[in-house]
């Protein structure tokens, strides 16, 4: 897909109109049709202004830029569309992405990663203001645990505090504008 259909579809599906984005955006009409029909693209700050503007998360309408052959995935899809949708995903991650899915299956953690995994998907099945209410409580948590030194497993992978943080102000946001997304603009994961 590309970076035009991207932007044309988010924008549809968020009911806004080309007026809109260009007014809010401080650039032409003509501008945002250019973009929307591939003539020209915007930068990265100003596709990233596009989605936030949108209150859209950039990650699934880029994803299917990067993988052209993928939609969002559905619970219906095959199971080879899935393998090869996860694969490229993990092609793409950073070295400390790889390091953190790595270790919530084969990491001494204690846990079942399949039990892990249904955590995980049943939370995600939540309304957005549980999710960010339960991840919080998981924050302060695993801070307290640190300042008394009673990290589980100290000498293994531990989370990115300022990115989690950052994601529950992102998600707090959200909740109050009843928007069901939110996303992390400039931001690795």
Same mark, same amino acid.
């Given at each position: ?8 579809? *988010?924008?549809?599906?968020? %009911? ?20 929307? *029909? %591939? ?35 559905? %619970? ?5 569309? /899935? $393998? ?10 950073? !070295?400390?992405?790889?390091?953190? /899915?790595?270790? =919530? ?18 939370? =995600?099945?939540?309304?957005? $203001? ?19 030194? *009673?990290?589980?497993? !100290?000498?293994?992978?531990? !989370?990115?505090?300022?990115? /989690? ?17 939110? *996303?992390? !603009?400039?931001?690795?994961?």
């Amino acid at each position: 897909m590309e970076i035009a259909e991207a932007l044309r579809r *988010s924008r549809n599906e968020a %009911g806004k109109s080309q007026e809109f984005m260009a007014f809010e955006l401080g650039v032409s009409r003509r501008t945002i049709q250019h973009w929307e *029909s %591939g003539v020209s693209e915007p930068t990265i700050g100003m596709a990233m202004d596009w989605f936030r503007l949108l209150e859209k998360n950039p990650l699934p309408f880029l994803l299917q830029h990067v993988f052209p052959d993928m939609d969002r995935i559905s %619970g219906k899809d095959d199971d080879e569309k /899935l $393998k090869k949708v996860l694969l490229g995903l993990i092609a793409e991650l950073p !070295p400390e992405g790889v390091r953190q /899915l790595l270790y =919530l299956f084969y990491g001494d953690h204690g846990s079942s990663p399949r039990a892990i995994m249904q955590m995980v998907t049943a939370h =995600l099945q939540t309304p957005m $203001k549980d999710r960010v209410t339960q991840a919080h409580i998981i924050a302060l948590n695993y801070e307290m645990a640190k300042q008394k030194g *009673s990290i589980a497993r !100290p000498d293994h992978i531990q !989370p990115d505090l300022e990115f /989690l943080k950052a994601a529950i102000e992102a998600g707090k946001e959200a909740t109050v504008r009843d928007a069901s997304e939110y *996303s992390m !603009p400039g931001r690795k994961t």
